[in-house]
């Protein structure tokens, strides 16, 4: 089976980016099942249920998000019918959406992906690591999951590598969101988990994470809070991990960076070839 994730989508030049691209990645390679972090669609804040719509036309499976899920207020709605979207798991019980779903990837594979949330230098959660402990539990790889994908949006480069060692051999993928920036540490540990600490973004890297030079640096400067962060709008990269999973035990037996277009240098998974 063959997995990709993109991760979190700035703005409109990174939406335009997946929706170009996307669709001819899945036919051309054969991709399996896609999962795309969604947190920076709309504006680099939250995700609006349009949006949403068009990047599971272009060939995801699912949507994850992270802390600004809930930007774009609509979210709070469109969470509750929208399966293939998903919050952090460890948001408050009763915060509308889910954490964690049960999905059929395009070769008739089960999929779990979940999608958690880290504490440090973060807002306070429930502890995500209890948290993804238990949805593993309820379904575990190997029995009710042929594959599971959990997208793990967190500051900290520790927490993500902690969480990572902590489901190796449970999990056939743990990528870290947030940061934007794609680490260059994909690998698979010693347990057949694949993991990279942050996979980047979908977005301009001609920027301060994605939003454009001015205002934050004028921040960093001046400390004085002026206009709004905008997404910078030049040419995007898609940046994402591919993973070839081990059909006998749903462990990664390959894992490769894919980046196209914008300022970063191309890259395709050999595996793909
Ligand atoms: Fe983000
Ligand atoms: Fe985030």
């Given amino acids: 089976m063959r997995l990709l994730f993109l991760g979190d989508i700035v703005g409109r030049v990174g939406r335009n980016a997946v929706v170009q691209r996307l669709p001819g990645l899945v036919a051309e390679h054969r991709l399996d099942f896609v999962v795309i972090n969604g947190e920076n669609a709309a504006g680099g804040f939250g995700i609006t249920e349009d949006i949403l719509q068009s990047v599971l036309d272009s060939g995801a499976d699912v949507v994850t998000t992270g802390n600004h899920v809930f930007d774009q207020r609509e979210a709070l709605v469109f969470a509750e019918r929208q ?25 008739g594979a089960r999929v779990l992906v979940i999608n958690a949330m880290g504490r440090v230098f973060m807002d306070s959660l429930d502890d995500p690591f209890t948290a993804i402990d238990r949805e593993l539990a309820a379904c575990p790889l190997g029995e009710q999951a042929d594959a599971v994908l959990i997208d793990f949006h967190a500051e900290a480069s520790s927490e ?114």
Avoid at 83 to 106: D, I, W
Avoid at 196 to 212: A, L, N, R, W
Avoid at 255 to 271: I, Q
Wanted: net charge neutral.
């Fill in 83 to 107: 399966e293939r979207f998903l919050r952090p798991v460890n948001y408050p019980a009763g915060t509308p959406g889910r954490g964690a779903g049960l999905f059929t990837a395009r070769n």
């Fill in 160 to 273: 993500k590598q902690a969480m990572a060692h902590f489901v190796d051999g449970r999990a056939t993928l743990v990528v870290g969101t947030h940061t934007h920036v794609p680490t260059s540490d994909y690998r698979i540990l010693s347990g057949g988990t694949a993991f990279q600490t942050d996979v980047g973004m979908c977005g301009d890297y001609d920027s301060v994470i994605g939003m454009d030079k001015e205002e934050p640096l004028r921040r960093f400067l001046r400390k004085i809070p002026g206009e709004r962060f905008v997404p910078a709008n030049g040419p995007a990269t898609i940046a994402g991990l591919a993973v070839e999973v081990d059909d006998a035990t749903g462990l990664a037996a390959a894992v490769a960076p894919l980046r196209l277009g914008g300022t970063l240098t191309e890259v395709l998974p050999s595996f793909w070839a």
